[in-house]
């Protein structure tokens, strides 16, 4: 266990930093370079992404356990393992690409950031209640990351023969992540690319290179996998009311068929969502988008090698980009397929003949089938061109978008799939979350309707009415009651808000033998205003439990909301009812209609109340539960209940009003086994956006511990160390009790846990022999105290990386409390 001062808001923080020697173009004379490159993980919402300061998203780093796209968090399901930036150009009379290396595709890594602290990530959150929190913050989590291409790698590209020459751009990447449900299964990124040489760029295309391992370790091997690929360029628009097709761009990644287990069935294991690379926002002067693939297959026959190519003609002679069909080679090769006009037809439509369509022909049947049904690819989505003169920068936009239930059906690929026929399986694969999800990512990037810098432009609408039937002797008829616009664009100015919750409290977890208390302070949680519509919201708290970080796991324990109710008012002018409060307070509701006023007697539109004053019709219903009572000791109540909110001096020690300090005592645990606790808020909604209530992610906050006497209790009251199980019984089933690798995560060998509790805060373990051989030592480090100070774990390996054999050992606990041993027997 690595512990340090746990912050409960889920940080990503750089998880490596790997040195290598590089030689810059410039200065000249400079000796060395050492560029810093970094990790970092969007962990906040549904969709876990790993991001990098050398040109890359969505990049795994496996050793460091950093998924590249995993969905959902924690399942260990990762959709690709990297999206690369490769951007050409010309200068003068060269035709230049700068690139990056993603899993064999390049030569080398051409974009690469600073040394020292001048090349690491910025880490920014727009919470007020993170630690990571800046007032220009954007999301829940902002990486900023920047590079460039002005420093030469060491290996040579081949086939130019020559060391890497520079385009001379400088690249800010700027990663976006929101934790709330609507918007937590995608990330936007944000690039700026900046022209930092003496020579105008002519012509600049830039491309998104991405590699698909869509896997799951305990069902195949990544580089086994079979994966399907294509490309979204619309969509029928959702509302249907201003237009027939919306743009998407989306350049999309699955499982051939959702990996069902042995029995036939999905399990935690089966990749049954769809990945993709969405094209959000670029310049206006681009002319083309390009959707090219080819397969990434050489360990198998030459014939395999394959990619769509358009047939040859006399405007367009074919160019050999490469040995075979696929990957391209040299800097003009690659420039060649950035800015030639092509859109690929999708990877399971290979089999099909689509010479009428201008390609080449498909290859034989049988290899066409194989890489119908299911193959590794390299898919590239480009565009262009773009004047870049010297000093000059442009923008764009994409999104990592995830679809969930793609795969719905199990049998599907072994009953329908024919590469012949396309459609017969193409119809059993579900894209609407996919494009749902796409949708909301331009929303969020640019909202509809949200006049961005005050010109008078919001968007392009459409005006829409509200129609009454009027129908009388069977004749149809109706009239206009009601027009109004329909915003289906923004103003083309990104704005970044997505509607959002209260943000998550920063929870502090007390432990003790067989209970938890947890407790927080939420005046930075209340009373902070929504950044889109600029109301305070805050509707009311969750508490959950889990016994792993899957937020499947999580159960809700109790809940406190506000004691308030929706208005629903019937307009007789439209003919309908409509929601015109959605948090009316039940005090101020009693102050108008009297306080004996019994909201349960109308609560439907055939159950209503009407305003003999006004003459207004309403029905009321619950926002939440109302569950508004802070006094009761059981349940989520103030820690101080007589605190004056009107006495400005009245603090915690953390600076914050002891009036919004509250606590929950979770009870009846098992102090044998850790748990994850976890506190939420949600906002009641908003009728202006037609968005419901908003709550945070339990994983935003969630703090793992055992319900154990704390590290303090340890010290004051000089406990005993425990070790438990002891003896620890090899087949004694822990596993399968959820005592050890609940996640299934590692190899049994690795996943044993043998625990000691009651440690004080800094102490050595050491483990050894009868014979007085030291066998393991562990330095408990824990100064500050916090979440699991009072506990490690063993994981019965040797400081040699052996498993231990059967056995008797002896343990020490040496500390400044001095030092207490013990037997341990392992039996296996």
């Not at 923080?13 to 020697?21: D, E, I, R, Y």
């Not at 799951?216 to 399907?228: K, T, W």
């Not at 324990?557 to 039940?586: C, G, H, M, Q």
């Not at 425990?722 to 050890?740: K, L, S, T």
Request: proline residues 7%.
């Amino acid at each position: 266990m690595i512990c340090l001062i746990r912050i409960p808001i889920i940080l990503a923080l750089s998880l490596s930093s790997v040195l290598a020697a590089k030689r810059p173009v410039q200065p000249v004379d400079a000796l060395e370079y050492l560029p810093h490159f970094e990790w970092a993980q969007h962990n906040v919402g549904k969709l876990c992404a790993g991001a990098t300061n050398r040109g890359q998203v969505a990049d795994a780093n496996i050793a460091n356990g950093i998924p590249g796209s995993e969905y959902p968090i924690n399942s260990e399901i990762d959709y690709f393992r990297t999206c690369g930036l490769w951007i050409g150009g010309i200068i003068g009379r060269d035709t230049l690409v700068s690139n990056v290396n993603g899993y064999g595709i390049c030569w080398s890594h051409e974009f690469l950031p600073d040394s020292g602290i001048a090349g690491a990530i910025e880490y920014v959150s727009a919470i007020v209640t993170n630690p990571n929190y800046a007032k220009g913050g954007i999301s829940d989590q902002d990486f900023i990351a920047r590079y460039t291409d002005t420093i030469i790698p060491e290996t040579e590209d081949p086939f130019d023969n020559r060391p890497h020459i520079p385009l001379n751009i400088d690249i800010t990447q700027s990663s976006y992540a929101w934790g709330i449900g609507y918007t937590e299964d995608f990330v936007l990124v944000h690039y700026n690319v900046q022209n930092i040489g003496n020579n105008d760029i002519r012509r600049m295309f830039i491309g998104l290179v991405t590699k698909a391992f869509v896997f799951h370790p305990a069902r195949i091997e990544p580089y086994e996998c079979n994966g399907i690929s294509g490309f979204i360029q619309t969509a029928p628009d959702q509302a249907n009311v201003c237009i027939d097709q919306d743009t998407l761009n989306l350049m999309w990644f699955a499982d051939n068929d959702g990996s069902p287990n042995e029995q036939g069935n999905y399990d935690f294991a089966s990749p049954t969502a769809v990945a993709a690379i969405q094209l959000i926002d670029y310049p206006d002067e681009c002319d083309r988008v390009n959707f090219n693939w080819w397969t990434d297959l050489y360990s198998f026959a030459y014939e395999y090698q394959y990619a769509p190519r358009l047939a040859p003609t006399d405007d367009d002679p074919f160019r050999e980009i490469g040995p075979d069909l696929t990957n391209p080679q040299g800097d003009c090769n690659r420039y060649y397929l950035l800015s030639h006009p092509e859109i690929d037809y999708d990877q399971m439509w290979t089999a099909i003949d689509h010479t009428g369509e201008g390609f080449l022909p498909p290859p034989t049947r049988i290899v066409a089938w194989d890489i119908a049904d299911g193959s590794k690819t390299v898919n590239v989505l480009s565009f262009g061109p773009i004047d870049l003169p010297a000093g000059a920068s442009t923008e764009f936009t994409i999104a990592i978008v995830m679809g969930d239930n793609f795969h719905t059906d199990p049998s599907a690929y072994e009953t329908t799939f024919n590469a012949l026929v396309p459609p017969a399986y193409e119809e059993k694969l579900d894209f609407s979350d996919l494009i749902q999800n796409a949708r909301v990512a331009k929303w969020v990037y640019d909202n509809p309707g949200f006049d961005t810098d005050n010109d008078g432009y919001a968007g392009e609408f459409c005006w829409q009415r509200t129609w009454r039937d009027t129908t009388d002797n069977g004749v149809d008829d109706s009239v206009a009651v009601d027009s109004f616009k329909y915003y289906y664009t923004g103003d083309g100015l990104p704005d970044w808000r997505p509607m959002s919750p209260p943000p998550p409290p920063v929870i502090r977890v007390i432990p003790d033998h067989g209970k938890v208390t947890i407790r927080w302070n939420g005046q930075a949680v209340e009373l902070v205003p929504d950044n889109l519509s600029g109301e305070i919201d805050f509707e009311g708290y969750r508490v959950y439990m889990a016994e792993d970080d899957r937020l499947s796991d999580f159960v809700i324990l109790r809940s406190y909301d506000i004691d308030d109710y929706f208005v629903y008012e019937y307009l007789p002018a439209k003919r309908r009812w409509e929601i015109i409060n959605y948090s009316a307070k039940t005090d101020s509701l009693r102050s108008i209609y009297g306080p004996d006023f019994d909201f349960s007697q109308y609560y439907d539109e055939f159950h209503y109340f009407l305003d003999y004053y006004s003459s207004r019709i309403f029905f009321f219903r619950q926002q939440d539960w109302n569950h508004s009572d802070v006094n009761n000791p059981l349940g989520i109540h103030k820690v101080y209940p007589n605190a004056d909110l009107n006495d400005l001096h009245d603090l915690t020690e953390e600076g914050w009003h002891r009036y919004y300090e509250y606590e929950y005592t979770i009870d009846n645990l098992q102090p044998s086994k850790a748990y994850y606790f976890s506190v939420t808020a949600f906002d009641y909604g908003s009728s202006q956006y037609n968005i419901g209530a908003l709550e945070t992610s339990p994983l935003a906050n969630a703090v793992r511990e055992f319900p154990l006497p704390s590290s303090d209790v340890v010290e004051e009251q000089g406990l005993e160390v425990i070790v438990y199980p002891n003896p620890y019984r090899i087949d004694d089933g822990y596993a399968r009790a959820g005592y050890e690798n609940r996640d299934r995560s590692k190899a049994a060998q690795w996943a044993r846990r043998i625990h000691f509790i009651n440690l004080p805060k800094i102490c050595t373990i050491r483990i050894y022999t009868v014979s007085g051989d030291l066998v393991r030592e562990i330095k408990h480090y824990c100064p500050e105290g916090g979440p699991e100070s009072q506990h490690e774990e063993w994981n019965v390996i040797s400081r040699n990386t052996q498993a231990i054999t059967t056995g008797i050992y002896i343990w020490s606990v040496r500390s400044e409390m001095g030092e207490q041993l013990g037997k341990l027997v392992i039996i296996k």
